[in-house]
Structure formats: structure tokens, C-alpha cells
């Protein structure tokens, strides 16, 4: 963790000069110059490459920081996670985010980058092994191997992608040297992947240890992705043979695609429009949720249907929202977008959250049986988290959810997010997120770190309904359309009226925030009564094991009050003249 730490504070002293760069290049300025100026700060909000470095060069050092004041496990995963998240930064800020395939190019070409990322770190783990005076454990090079293949997989299918939808057909592949480079680079790291795995297994048959095959597996593989990265370095600055359709519009070339014809249910509702991230992220809930079902009905135990009727219906109308025709209609229409929000904040999560997927994961998941963390107990670890106990507080919460609806559209953040991709879908996932929190607290059935009474639960349903109804009111009743510098700019011919479409944005958001709300009010009451049955249930079966002894103790004690043989603490008998303080002591015990 020290020597991560280092490294991660060596990058962003390097992503701080490459920003510093980046900017003294566009200004025609030195750097020393522009340090020592005003101009940085204008350059940093007018230009992505000047931001871009400089947004790396924080996640690092929050990284370092974390690396160097903790030492467990789950510090070194979240490190992790800002590493990668580092990583992917220049691809989301790159071409692909400026080209008409950016649905499908963003998705692809961060996968690319985190794959190529968590495999040169697989490969470093070598080199470390290499110079440690520890040998590492079987378990270890398993671990190592795996994670390795799997990155290295995802490398190969992810470039694959990212090619082939740079490529007009597949003649390019070998009538252009776009494609050429794409057939070498492809065949690079499959012969990578091949000889990564050969070298694995020798080094496992040789029992992890012995400097010679350490240092051949770390040295081909090295080669091999210095090779893959410079062929890769080489295809980024080579013109892909595909040219995108010019769009006609400035409307048009803002959000991307063209502008879909006047709504009709087929259009709006069964036109396929696939986006890869959420159509990846809905198959692998799916299939996640699906494999645990069936380890449980392989051990014969069972799992409520509702639930798994639940969590489908929910991954369901979550690939609904983002893969079909309202995905387009809200990038250009806000009261599109108000629906498509109003069901990603509130019934998809409710759906989700009643399927209880830790709940599965536990049941699902056997205990590891190595020193070795496995899936369950980095399950059990997150749910007792420090963070998730944050996360769930009430307040934080309801900070969460309602920055989603007046830290948003009552600001200038709407229209900025709108105009990227992945701001748009920073927002959608921010949307799934803070409503799956929200709805964990009042009616989930997993277990959290920390449960609520049901009154609190009511109340805060109470406060939620009465923001969201204001809400819904402020946009109707505002007298300006909802961020016009962006739905103005994006205006499809058949909407006639910015100020009306708004208008219909918050009638809808008014309509559709009623019925969820109405159906968290029923679960919470069944839930509550649920509960006190089966409290009033142990009462009784304490009672029988007992003997009734808690009533039979509980009457004599009203007994003795009615009759004032009970007194509490400096309290005279019944009858008796008041004299003075009565003193406690060994003349006047006193009952328990």
C-alpha cells in the first residue's frame, strides 16, 4: 500500500504538468507564464485536455491518500477503483465521446482501457514476485492467472468491438490500413494471452517459485503489451476508414443522431435503440441475480418468487428506459426526459430494491474456505462498511435523492451534463442509484447497517412526497421552459412550444411520482404489521417456554401498587403520615 501510495502520487504530480502543458499549448503561452497568470483557470473550463489531466491528477492523489493512511482490504479496493476510474478518464473525454457512435464507442473503449489497465498491473505483480524475498502462495498465482486471462480477454473483445464499429464493412479489414492495424493488434494479443497462459502454467507446475521462470513470464508479457500498446498507439492516430453521415442540424450534431420522427407507441416504446453500457449492465444484474437462484434451487433451499418477479421486472424497465425509442425522445423533449426520470428514480428502484439481492448474495454465496477473502465476505464487508453506513444516514439520503431534482434542473449542471455522453450517463446512473438508497432505507429487505423504526420511515415518506410535489409544481409553474440552452438547441420540428413541453415535463413528474409513493405507504404498512405479528408471535412462545412468568411477575406488580405495599425510592407507604424524607437503606430496600 506504501509503494501504491508513491505511484499514485507520482501521477498526479504528472497529470498536474500535463494539464499545465496542455493548457500553455493551446494559449501559446510557457508555462511558467501561464502558472503565474489568471489564463490557466479560463483554459481549464474552455478545454477537455487542459480538465481532463487535471480531473486524473485529483482521483490519484485521493488514491495515494487513501493508500497511505489505511492498510486493510476494502482501502486497497477502493484505491483500486479510483485507479481504474483514473484511467478510463482520457477515453471519455476522447474521440469517442465526439463520434455519432459514441453509444457504443464510450462503453467499449472504457472497457479497453480498464482491461489494459488491471493487465499491466497483473503483469507489474510479477515483477514484484520477482524482487520480493517472499515466494507467493499457490492460491496467490491462481488469483494472479485468473484475473490476468480474464483482463486480458476482455482487452481482445473490447478492441474487437471498438474496431469493428470504426469500419465500413469488412473489406476495411484488409483494404485499409486501419484495418490492418486492427488484424495486428488483435493477433498480438491473442498470441499475448497464449503466452501468458503457457508461461502460468509452467510456473505453476514449477510450484510459484524459482527466479528463472519468474523473470521469462514477466519479460514476454512485458514485451508482449509494449508491442500491443505501440500497435495500439499507431491505430490511434490512423484515420478509420468509416465516415459518419453527416448530420444536418447544429440540433442534430449536439445530441448525436438524428432527430427520431413525431412520438407514436412504436416509435417511442418498441423501436430498439441499444446502448451498450446499460444493456451490458442490465444482462449482468440479470445473469448475476439468475446464477444465484440457481445455486439455491441446486441446494434445494427456496426463494420467495415475488422477489425474483421483483428484480427482473425492475433490470426489465431499466434496459426499457435505455435501449429503446424514450431513450432518444428524452435526450430531446423534457417532458420525455421527466418520464424516463421520474421511473429510473423511483419504480425501477423499488422494484430493485424489493428483489433483496444482498439477501440472495448470502444465501447464494458459501463462506470461503482459505485465509483468502471470497465473494461473501467482501459482500459481508460491504454491508458493514464505514461508507454504506454514510450512505444510508436519512440525511445523506435525502441530500442525494433531491439533488436529483432541484440540484439539477433548477441550475445550469442539467444542461451541462446533457451536452456529453458520459455526463448523461453520469446522470441516469446517479438517477438508479440515489433512488436504490432511498428505497433501501424504507422498505428494504436487505440488511443495511442501520434499520430504521417504521415511524421514521413514515416520516421521511412524508418529507419526500412533500419536496417531490413542490418540485412538480416549481417546474410548472416556473413561466420558463427547463433548460433552454439545451432543449432549445436540440428542438425537433414536431414540438411546437419549449414553455408547454416543460410544462407537460411536470404534470408528468406530478402524475407519476403518486403511484410509487402510494405503493412504498402499502409495503411499509404491511411490513410494519408483518413485524409486530411476528414480535407478538415470540411474545407467546416466550410465554409457553416460560410459563407466563412475565405477566404473572408484571400483575403482582400492579398488584402491590394498587394496594401501596410497592413504593419506589423516597415515596411513603399508603396511609402513612409524611414526616420528612424517608432515608434509603438497609431499614427501607428497595424493590427491583
Avoid at 565 to 578: D, I, Q, V
Wanted: charged content about 10%.
Amino acid at each position: 500500500m506504501r509503494g501504491a501510495g508513491a505511484a499514485f502520487t507520482g501521477w498526479a504530480v504528472v497529470a498536474a504538468l500535463q494539464s499545465l502543458v496542455a493548457a500553455s499549448d493551446l494559449l501559446a503561452l510557457p508555462p511558467p507564464a501561464l502558472a503565474s497568470s489568471a489564463l490557466y483557470d479560463d483554459a481549464l473550463f474552455a478545454s477537455a485536455a487542459v480538465r481532463g489531466p487535471l480531473i486524473v491528477g485529483v482521483l490519484a492523489l485521493v488514491a495515494a491518500w487513501i493508500c497511505l493512511s489505511a492498510s486493510r482490504l476494502p482501502a486497497a479496493g477502493a484505491a483500486l477503483a479510483l485507479a481504474l476510474l483514473a484511467g478510463v478518464q482520457p477515453a471519455l473525454s476522447g474521440h469517442a465521446s465526439g463520434a455519432s457512435q459514441h453509444a457504443l464507442l464510450l462503453p467499449t473503449t472504457t472497457v479497453h482501457a480498464a482491461s489494459a489497465l488491471i493487465w499491466t498491473g497483473m503483469t507489474a505483480a510479477v515483477w514484484l514476485a520477482v524482487g520480493s524475498a517472499h515466494a507467493p502462495s499457490a492460491a496467490s498465482w491462481l488469483a494472479q492467472r485468473r484475473v490476468s486471462t480474464a483482463a486480458a480477454a476482455l482487452v481482445v473483445v473490447s478492441g474487437v468491438g471498438n474496431g469493428a464499429a470504426q469500419l465500413s464493412s469488412p473489406d476495411d479489414l484488409i483494404s485499409t490500413r486501419y484495418g490492418q492495424m486492427i488484424l495486428v493488434k488483435a493477433a498480438m494479443m491473442a498470441l499475448a494471452l497464449v503466452l501468458g497462459l503457457t508461461l502460468a502454467a509452467r510456473l505453476a507446475r514449477a510450484g510459484g517459485t524459482g527466479r528463472g521462470p519468474l523473470v521469462l513470464r514477466a519479460g514476454a508479457e512485458t514485451a508482449a503489451l509494449i508491442a500491443t500498446m505501440g500497435v495500439g498507439a499507431v491505430l490511434a492516430l490512423s484515420a478509420p476508414p468509416r465516415r459518419p453521415v453527416p448530420l444536418p442540424t447544429a440540433g442534430e450534431r449536439a445530441a448525436g443522431f438524428a432527430f427520431p420522427p413525431a412520438p407514436s407507441w412504436h416509435e417511442v416504446v418498441v423501436e430498439l435503440r441499444p446502448d451498450a453500457l446499460f444493456l451490458a449492465v442490465c444482462l449482468l444484474l440479470a445473469s448475476l441475480y439468475a446464477s444465484g437462484l440457481i445455486r439455491l434451487h441446486r441446494r434445494g433451499d427456496r426463494w420467495p418468487p415475488g422477489r425474483s418477479i421483483s428484480w427482473f421486472g425492475g433490470v426489465a424497465m431499466l434496459a426499457w428506459l435505455t435501449n429503446f425509442g424514450i431513450s432518444q425522445y428524452a435526450n430531446v423533449a423534457a417532458g420525455f426526459h421527466m418520464i424516463q426520470h421520474m421511473v429510473l428514480t423511483m419504480l425501477v428502484p423499488i422494484l430493485l430494491v424489493l428483489g433483496a439481492p444482498a439477501t440472495l448474495a448470502l444465501r447464494a454465496l458459501s463462506p470461503s474456505t482459505t485465509p483468502r477473502w471470497g465473494a461473501r465476505e467482501w459482500v459481508v464487508s460491504f454491508l458493514a462498511s464505514r461508507p454504506l453506513q454514510v450512505l444510508t444516514n436519512p440525511a445523506v439520503v435525502l441530500v442525494l435523492y433531491f439533488a436529483g431534482l432541484y440540484g439539477l434542473y433548477l441550475t445550469s449542471a442539467f444542461a451541462t451534463l446533457m451536452s456529453s455522453h458520459a455526463g448523461h450517463v453520469f446522470m441516469q446512473a446517479h438517477f438508479v442509484v440515489s433512488g436504490f438508497l432511498f428505497y433501501w432505507i424504507l422498505i428494504g429487505v436487505d440488511p443495511r447497517p442501520r434499520p430504521l423504526p417504521y415511524l421514521y420511515r413514515f416520516m421521511i415518506m412524508v418529507i419526500a412526497s412533500a419536496l417531490h410535489g413542490f418540485f412538480a409544481v416549481v417546474i410548472m409553474m416556473s413561466g420558463a421552459p427547463l433548460a433552454p440552452e439545451w432543449f432549445g438547441l436540440v428542438r425537433p420540428p414536431w414540438i411546437d412550444d419549449l414553455l408547454t413541453d416543460t410544462v407537460n415535463g411536470g404534470q408528468a413528474a406530478w402524475a407519476m411520482g403518486e403511484f410509487p409513493l402510494a405503493v412504498v405507504a402499502i409495503t411499509l404498512a404491511v411490513q410494519w404489521a408483518r413485524q409486530e405479528d411476528r414480535a407478538a408471535r415470540r411474545a407467546d412462545r416466550r410465554a409457553l417456554q416460560t410459563g407466563d412468568v412475565d405477566r404473572r411477575l408484571y400483575n403482582a406488580y400492579l398488584s402491590d401498587l394498587s394496594t401501596g405495599r410497592r413504593r419506589g425510592p423516597g415515596r411513603p407507604a399508603a396511609g402513612a403520615k409524611h414526616e420528612g424524607p424517608v432515608k434509603e437503606g438497609p431499614e427501607t430496600p428497595m424493590t427491583p
